[in-house]
């Protein structure tokens, strides 16, 4: 009996063994140790809000029971929230997950996907895994370019297209007027994914009004960031209603963990947590910019809780980040030039930064230029 | 704008917009009250072992972190408990998200798919999502038929079939070699999806040895049922490593919860905890089957947390279910005829049974046979 008798489907049996991205605790095993200071991964380094932590130690209690496949409780403070009704909105197991039912939902092989070089990994992933082909076009200035986007969209008649503002991996941004004179451009029949997973840590008015009667845009958003719940895997996504119908046809209903839900409408009630985690990231951006000046290097302008300091060379970048390793300090990088010039470190605490910043400046003094 | 201009698959707009499941929440919403007695999903009534609370609560702390992508920890306890490699697992968000990996890895539109008629609806589910063909071959006296699957697998050329042992909805079981059996007969390219969810309350000696040689058998077990962690979401898969790796080409890497791994891991310490609570169940069935003679009807006998009792017909199941519920207890029935002249009663605790015997014998004074 061999394993070329499993009967998997042509397109599962093309596709690589690759991940998006390896987990710091795989590299701990490898190294033997564990980090001093995990800034790779955008996590938030200022916690979950004291009412969600109660909320989730709370629903311990009657983890035995499945979550509501509804979430219906949350899908109404959500929809109070944005001001939408709650057929408006989908939950799932954070944004990853909703991008994967996102592109099942309008993908079959061969489609055309568009996205930006260098843009969100998982979303290719997904894309890689139902068969889509993916049209990359270029940053332009370190931001993504709703022009060359739209450009790309109608040439390849794309029925896909995926923009985060603001931007991972470049922490970049465009004005919200930049991004509803997109959707406003989108051709009948494309679907705008605009990511907004960051958007709690970007200046006010950088998200265009949400409008759940156009069914050319998705918007996802998700506690894994500002709300500091990365760890309960919770995100949501708003659309017109038949775009959360669609996705109400594939998901999977009870696959929703019952301490996630509780944890993040405990969360949606603690604003001020969201908005003090905002000006600690704030603070933490600054630092890194003077740090960043301090050496010599010039850093982005980020509206995440990250920052990308541009390193000169994805040659230098690969060999400081191996380096920091060694410090045990955990960072990643921007996977395609020209981004990859650049080293992302997410906003850690106090103490992270001064150990990042101690690591980096022994590291850089070693590392060729 | 119209909705009609989103551009969904083909497949996609042709789904129903139905569910495998409502949850009992929805209902008590509709009913304006909560449910007394939740005994009608197969959650646990015996909670979750303390070590396994006393983790997850622990977790709680750093769940601003990812939880690790591999679940290291988690597959290297599973793989000691079960002989097998660590590639030879991969862990889900329950088995209802393996199983919606499974399918996808093996179906394109219009692949014959083989289950027997009335088993675990969301496997079926999954198959209709990915367009596969069901094909669904009577139960014979109340329990699933290897002989009439196989037959089926072999008519239809079917690459994928599926099993649960002990069965769900009617609690029934094979005997270890009758499985074997099955499995041996499979042709090459024939994948046993195996589900055994409910395997820790069957009697010993029930699930074969697992032998992750043979490609054409995935294994399914969960931390929901006899482990109470349902509302964790967490299950995992046993196979031959090219299964693992088919389903680690297309799973949501990032996708589990950082407490349910903490939780499943400290609840696998807990064997004692586990035999206790299937002793507990076997309490509750031999309480069941009690009062089902008492009251003039046929238990069926079971191998997991539930007892389906016959009621004569399907008119009539339905009847009482609805009855139950105007008296605060929550139960299902199976959905298919001849299965459907049963209602289905989750093992509830001592106080939840009595509630259930005290409705069930008003109800069935009042419900026309």
Redesign the interface.
């Known amino acids: 009996?061999?394993?070329d008798?499993?009967?998997?489907?042509a397109?599962?049996r093309s596709?690589?063994?690759t991940?998006?991205?390896v987990?710091p605790?795989?590299i701990e095993?490898h190294r033997g140790r564990t980090f001093a200071a995990?800034i790779g991964?955008n996590?938030?380094?200022?916690?979950?809000s004291p009412k969600a932590?109660a909320a989730?130690?709370e629903?311990?209690?009657?983890?035995?029971?499945?979550?509501?496949?509804?979430s219906?409780d949350l899908r109404q403070a959500l929809a109070a929230k944005h001001g939408v009704a709650m057929d408006e909105i989908c939950v799932g197991?954070?944004i990853?997950?909703l991008l994967?039912l996102v592109v099942?939902?309008?993908?079959?092989p061969g489609t055309a996907v568009v996205t930006s070089l260098g843009a969100y990994p998982?979303f290719n992933y997904h894309v890689a895994?139902f068969g889509g082909r993916l049209v990359a076009v270029p940053y332009v200035e370190d931001r993504e370019d709703p022009a060359s986007l739209l450009a790309a969209v109608t040439t390849e008649g794309a029925?896909?297209v995926y923009l985060a503002n603001p931007d991972n991996p470049m922490g970049t941004w465009q004005e919200a007027s930049a991004v509803a004179d997109l959707i406003a451009a989108l051709p009948?029949?494309?679907?705008l994914v605009l990511d907004e997973a960051y958007i709690e840590f970007a200046p006010e008015g950088l998200a265009p009004p949400i409008d759940t009667?156009?069914?050319?845009v998705i918007r996802m958003r998700t506690f894994?960031k500002a709300h500091?719940?990365?760890?309960?895997?919770i995100g949501y996504a708003i659309a017109?209603r038949?775009?959360i119908?669609?996705l109400?046809?594939?998901r999977?209903?009870?696959?929703?963990?019952?301490?996630?839900q509780a944890?993040a409408l405990a969360s949606l009630g603690d604003s001020n947590f969201v908005a003090q985690v905002a000006a600690r990231v704030e603070d933490g951006r600054q630092d890194t910019y003077a740090l960043a000046a301090r050496l010599g290097l010039q850093a982005i302008p980020s509206a995440t809780n990250f920052v990308a300091i541009d390193v000169g060379s994805g040659e230098r970048a690969t060999s400081i980040l191996q380096a920091l390793q060694e410090e045990g300090v955990f960072i990643r990088r921007p996977g395609v030039a020209p981004l990859d010039r650049c080293i992302r470190v997410t906003v850690g605490t106090p103490e992270d930064r001064a150990l990042f910043a101690a690591a980096f400046e022994k590291v850089l003094a070693s590392v060729p230029t």
């Not at 629903?59 to 509804?70: I, K, L, N």
């Not at 009667?213 to 050319?216: F, I, L, N, S, V």
């Open positions: 009996m061999s394993q008798e499993i009967p998997f489907t397109l599962v596709l690589p063994a991940v998006p991205f987990g605790e795989a095993r995990r991964a996590e938030s380094a200022f916690g979950v932590a989730m130690r629903a311990v209690g009657r983890v035995s029971w499945y979550g509501d496949p509804e219906f197991g954070g990853d997950e994967g099942r939902m309008t993908v079959t998982t895994g029925p896909l009948s029949g494309c679907l009667g156009d069914p050319r894994s500091g719940m990365a760890g309960a895997r017109h038949e775009l119908t669609g109400n046809k594939i999977n209903h009870f696959g929703l963990n019952r301490i996630a944890g």
